[in-house]
Every structure is written in structure tokens, then in C-alpha cells.
């Protein structure tokens, strides 16, 4: 099997590359081993969320002064405004509808009840409540990965009035003998269906009449958010979901929607496969097996490699330090093991900025060398703190966008 582009990891940064891709005219395929970071996020991304005393500009040039091996500062800020830029496009040509845009963030409710800015967020995930404001959050009876009376305590901290309810869902009653079933997903597949939509409104009127909004779970809308709309739609107030514990709805949701539409595309999507071996003379890749191909490879001109960090596996960490396991590509990292953490949990922590490292073009480095035809994107690289510094969606999207224009470009020049 011949490709332009083989990607590794289909998470967030892989579906973005491949989407690009297609786009241009390319046939990439994605190798996914199963579930992605996106399974388990929120469904908003990050562009510079610490950045909360700053304009966004401001933000990246203080970066790229101060923190010269981050892959904003490697790319420049006005190639990451406009990779952010083209994302948003991206996404609203998938038909994906995401609220914000750059330079003009905004805060969202986090599960917990705390606010955290963000750059772009699906219509139905709850924003910072507005002044005056008063807020109802309902739980569901027997849910265990939501808290309200949490919620609410931290929400009130903003001002608002809020008060912590729960609702009594009958129809549940089949999950709830096993925790382990009575999770967002499994309730996701029974509201989902159109006959349980009127038990929920029913459950959720006597509520609806006494407040401004209302905050669920984010508990339904697997596929779509038709539930979401016309809820709003009925209700005599506005209602917005929160994320839950994961495995998350709405992160699932937006993994589900890009990938089809990369499928769609033309794009070929090599679902719960692994890589086991990669051919390759030191400087570039030719071909790619897998396991569930045995001995027909994936001959490809470029490859991508975009198999996240130590959640995903795409970084693995031993008592000799932190290796990329399909190449043994150079590691940004820190020695001795003792300097990876600080005492304080809530403190950034070094091993966060582990990562694969990659010259100003994203090409990958092994021994100092670089491959010519294999970029690193996203979670896998090294050189920033996706939590504390706020920009795991951001450096994922923008990184992704950037090798697929270098890739469109070379493959333009080739026969």
C-alpha cells in the first residue's frame, strides 16, 4: 500500500494533519491504536490560556523570548496566529461549531466549578456566568462523576447565585446496579434516543422557572448536540453542560466528527493497529509495518508522528530516562531522574516538558540528525507544559497545520 503521508496516532494532532492533507489533494492514512487524549479532555482547546494578564501577541513574543525551545517560539507568532487562524476555519468547514476565536479568548466552566480560559469551546459547554446571574446545577441521582454541591460552592466564589440540585431519571435504573456502566457514555446512549428527550424536559421544567440557567452534566449528546438545542429550545431557560469525569461526551464527540470527515475526505484510517517496525536509512522513511497488516507495509514519501506523550505511549519512561520507542528519536529531558518532579503537586511539573526533539521545521532528530521526510507534532514533542502553560489543543492544532503545509509543498515539487 502506497501513501503521500502516513501519520502515527490519532488523536487531535494526527486528525488535523490528515484533514489538512486531504484537503490539498494528498491521500494520508492514520494508523490509531484505539482511544485518544480527545476521549478524555473536555472538547475545548487551548491556545496560551496562562497568558491572562497579556494580550495573546504580547503573550508570544514574551514566550519565544523566554522559552526559546516551545513550538510556538520554533514556528514565530505570526505563523501560530495564523495556524490558529486557519484552524478555526478548519473546523467550521467540518462542521464542527466551536465558540471563540484568536485574540479574543474566553473563560468556561471547568468540572469543578473553577473558570479557565480558553480558545475555542463547543456551543453547549458552559461559560464564566454572567453578573447577577442565578444558577441552577443539576446533578443526576446515582451519577457519581458529577458533583453539583462541588460546583456550586466554587461558582458562588464568582458572585453568583447558585443553588445544587438532582433529578431523578427512572429510566436509568438499568445502569445504575453496576458503577462501573453508570457512566457519561452509557447515559449519553440511552438520552440520546428521541423517546427519552420528553422524561428529561419533564425533569428539568419545575427547575427551569426559577433560574436563569441550568448546568448538567455533559451526559448526552454522543453524536451531536440535537438534544442540547432543543432543550434550549423548550425550556423556559437557557441550559449549558459541563464535562465530567472521563471518559468526556464532548471530547469524544468532536474525535468522532473529525474523524469521519477525514474519512470522508478520502483519507484512509487504520483503527486499533500498531506500529512495529519502521524502514528507514538514517535520514528517511520508506515504509511502515503494522500489526494488524503483518508483512504488506505502508510505503509512504512522508511520515508523521503524532503518537502524544506518556499517556498515549508515545514517550516511555524508564530508570535510564525518557525514550521515543518507535525510533529512538532524541528526547528533551532532564537528569538526574530526581529533577523530573517538584514536591508540591500543584507546582509544574519538569517532566511535563519531555519530548521529542525537532529542528525549526518540525522535523524530527535522531542523534543530532535530522530525518527529512519525518515530522513530530503535537503531544509528542518536547519544550512546553500543555497544562500549566494552557496550549496543549493549540500546540497540537498549530504544529499539526504547519507540517501539513510543509508536506503539501514538498509533495508539490515531487513527481
Same mark, same amino acid.
Given at each position: 500500500?502506497?501513501? *503521500? ?48 494578564? %497579556?494580550?495573546?501577541?504580547?503573550? !508570544? ?6 522559552? &526559546? ?12 496566529? *495564523? ?28 468540572? =469543578? #466549578? ?7 469551546? /463547543? ?76 422524561? !428529561?424536559?419533564?425533569?428539568?421544567? /419545575? ?9 448538567? /452534566? ?12 432543543? !432543550?434550549?429550545?423548550?425550556? /423556559? ?9 472521563? &471518559? ?36 528517511? =522513511?520508506?515504509?511502515? +509495518? ?16 503524532? +503518537? ?12 535510564? #530516562? ?5 525510533? #529512538?528519536?532524541?528526547?528533551? %529531558?532532564?537528569?538526574?531522574?530526581? +529533577?523530573? @518532579?517538584?514536591? *508540591?503537586?500543584?507546582?509544574? %511539573? ?26 513530530? =507534532?503535537?503531544?509528542? !514533542?518536547?519544550?512546553? *507544559? ?12 498549530? @504544529? ?16
Amino acid at each position: 500500500m502506497k501513501f *503521500d503521508t502516513v501519520i502515527i496516532g490519532g488523536g487531535l494532532a494526527g486528525l488535523l494533519c490528515g484533514l489538512s492533507l486531504t484537503r490539498q489533494g494528498l491521500r494520508p492514512a492514520i494508523i490509531s491504536r484505539g482511544q485518544s487524549g480527545l476521549h478524555f479532555s473536555s472538547g475545548s482547546l487551548d491556545l496560551l490560556g496562562h497568558a491572562t494578564s %497579556q494580550t495573546l501577541d504580547a503573550a !508570544l513574543d514574551t514566550l519565544t523570548t523566554e522559552e &526559546p525551545l516551545h513550538p510556538y517560539s520554533l514556528l514565530g507568532k505570526n505563523a501560530v496566529l *495564523d495556524y490558529a487562524r486557519q484552524t478555526e476555519t478548519l473546523l467550521a468547514e467540518c462542521g464542527i461549531a466551536m465558540l471563540g476565536q484568536v485574540n479574543q479568548p474566553h473563560r468556561r466552566i471547568t468540572p =469543578i #466549578g473553577t473558570l479557565r480560559q480558553a480558545w475555542l469551546t /463547543p456551543p453547549d459547554i458552559a461559560l464564566a456566568p454572567q453578573q447577577g446571574e442565578r444558577i441552577a446545577v443539576v446533578g443526576i441521582s446515582g451519577f457519581i462523576d458529577f458533583q453539583p454541591h462541588l460546583v456550586a460552592a466554587s461558582l458562588r466564589q464568582t458572585g453568583v447565585t447558585v443553588e445544587a440540585l438532582e433529578i431523578v431519571l427512572p429510566q436509568l435504573d438499568v445502569l445504575r446496579d453496576n458503577a462501573s456502566e453508570f457512566r457519561s457514555v452509557n447515559l449519553a446512549r440511552m438520552l440520546d434516543d428521541g423517546e427519552q428527550w420528553r422524561s !428529561l424536559h419533564a425533569a428539568l421544567l /419545575p427547575l427551569a422557572t426559577d433560574y436563569d440557567r441550568l448546568l448538567l /452534566p455533559a451526559c448526552f449528546g454522543l453524536q451531536d448536540n440535537s438534544l442540547w438545542h432543543w !432543550l434550549n429550545e423548550t425550556l /423556559p431557560c437557557g441550559l449549558a453542560l459541563l464535562p465530567t469525569l472521563p &471518559p468526556s461526551v464532548p471530547g469524544i464527540r468532536l474525535h468522532t466528527l473529525l474523524q469521519r470527515q477525514f474519512v470522508k475526505n478520502g483519507g484512509v484510517w487504520l483503527a486499533g493497529d500498531a506500529v512495529t517496525d519502521i524502514a528507514h536509512d538514517g535520514q528517511n =522513511i520508506s515504509a511502515i +509495518s503494522t500489526r494488524n497488516h503483518g508483512d504488506v507495509p505502508l510505503h509512504t514519501r512522508f511520515a508523521v508522528l503524532a +503518537s502524544g506523550s506518556f499517556f498515549s505511549n508515545g514517550l516511555i519512561a524508564s530508570r535510564e #530516562g525518557v525514550f521515543e520507542p518507535l525510533l #529512538g528519536l532524541d528526547v528533551l %529531558q532532564s537528569a538526574p531522574r530526581e +529533577s523530573w @518532579t517538584r514536591r *508540591d503537586f500543584f507546582e509544574p %511539573q519538569p517532566w511535563q516538558r519531555f519530548g521529542v526533539q525537532t529542528d525549526t521545521s518540525l522535523r524530527a532528530l535522531r542523534h543530532g540528525k535530522r530525518f527529512d521526510n519525518l515530522f513530530a =507534532i503535537g503531544g509528542v !514533542l518536547g519544550g512546553f *507544559d500543555g497544562i500549566t502553560q494552557g496550549c496543549a489543543g493549540g500546540v497540537s492544532a498549530v @504544529t499539526a497545520l504547519h507540517v501539513a503545509r510543509q508536506i503539501a509543498e514538498l509533495a508539490g515539487g515531487q513527481p
